[in-house]
């Protein structure tokens, strides 16, 4: 079975992304569905032992952003990746429509009080990226900030390049203090996205997931590839880099998010942590005390 290298998803961190050079669908040599399906079950067996070591050592947290159009798969992605991971050291937090108190503060805030701590794995499904993309998309939903009359620009444009240099600067802080930042941008094509929302509509059990508003925002389309566009290019850093997974076949974006994260926990040398001398010998007296002890 032949799975691509990571490398190949890697958004370049120069600034010369662009959208039209990737693909939406897996390569002509990506595994079929019994071996996909194996082959997840493989990484997620290795991601839970990385998991208890990155536990155990407490040193680093592991940040993982999502970001998609509606039907990419970001619910079902984070679910079949993590799920038989130890809960106690993992997070997934949702983030929709602002509440009031988040809109007094600033756009980083709310996504800020859910880092994860050490140790653990935090989950961001949709993040801060929104203020550069549906934001950019409906600038109507600047007027709920009201940002003072002075650090508005009259153009969008350095607003956007503005909270572009936020986000990075935000980033590059949290990975200086041990946090490491990994981006998915899962990348559905429209027409996918059409069967998946017909699939919604036509069959009973998936009715709850439809939304007659994702339907509505199909005709912002191409304004929303511009935003991806900008962000991805702006903001993938050595530091925080972004992913462009192909995300028409489930089963492959699953797969190619799996070996990502695994590829990235398993370069950090995670280790459990060694017990010293005086430790060691603490443990003997109490293994003596408990092999002593009557029934």
Do not use: C
Request: proline share 6%; glycine share 4%.
């Amino acid at each position: 079975m032949i799975i691509p290298p990571t490398t190949a998803w890697t958004v370049p961190t120069d600034g010369s992304f662009a959208r039209d050079r990737v693909s939406s669908e897996p390569p002509g040599d990506a595994p079929g569905k019994k071996a996909a399906r194996r082959a997840l079950r493989d990484q997620v067996g290795q991601l839970d032992d990385l998991q208890r070591r990155l536990y155990a050592e407490d040193r680093y947290a592991v940040l993982l952003v999502f970001q998609a159009m509606d039907a990419a798969g970001k619910d079902s992605t984070i679910r079949a990746v993590f799920t038989g991971v130890n809960p106690s050291a993992f997070q997934v937090t949702s983030f929709k429509q602002p509440s009031k108190n988040e809109l007094d503060q600033d756009f980083l805030w709310r996504t800020t009080r859910a880092l994860p701590q050490r140790g653990r794995i935090g989950v961001f499904n949709r993040s801060y990226y929104e203020e550069v993309l549906v934001v950019r998309v409906h600038p109507e939903y600047l007027g709920a900030q009201k940002l003072p009359p002075d650090v508005m620009p009259d153009d969008l444009s350095e607003l956007w390049t503005q909270r572009y240099e936020s986000i990075v600067d935000h980033e590059r802080h949290l990975a200086r203090n041990g946090t490491v930042v990994l981006k998915f941008w899962l990348n559905v094509s429209r027409e996918e996205q059409k069967r998946r929302f017909l699939r919604r509509l036509d069959i009973p059990e998936k009715n709850w997931k439809f939304n007659a508003g994702d339907v509505d925002e199909r005709r912002y389309w191409n304004e929303y590839m511009a935003a991806y566009e900008d962000a991805l290019r702006h903001t993938s850093k050595p530091w925080a880099p972004w992913y462009a997974i192909p995300a028409d076949d489930k089963r492959f974006m699953r797969l190619t998010v799996a070996q990502i994260v695994v590829d990235t926990l398993e370069k950090m040398g995670l280790r459990y942590p060694e017990v010293d001398d005086t430790e060691r010998a603490r443990f003997e007296e109490m293994r003596r005390r408990l092999l002593a002890e009557q029934p």
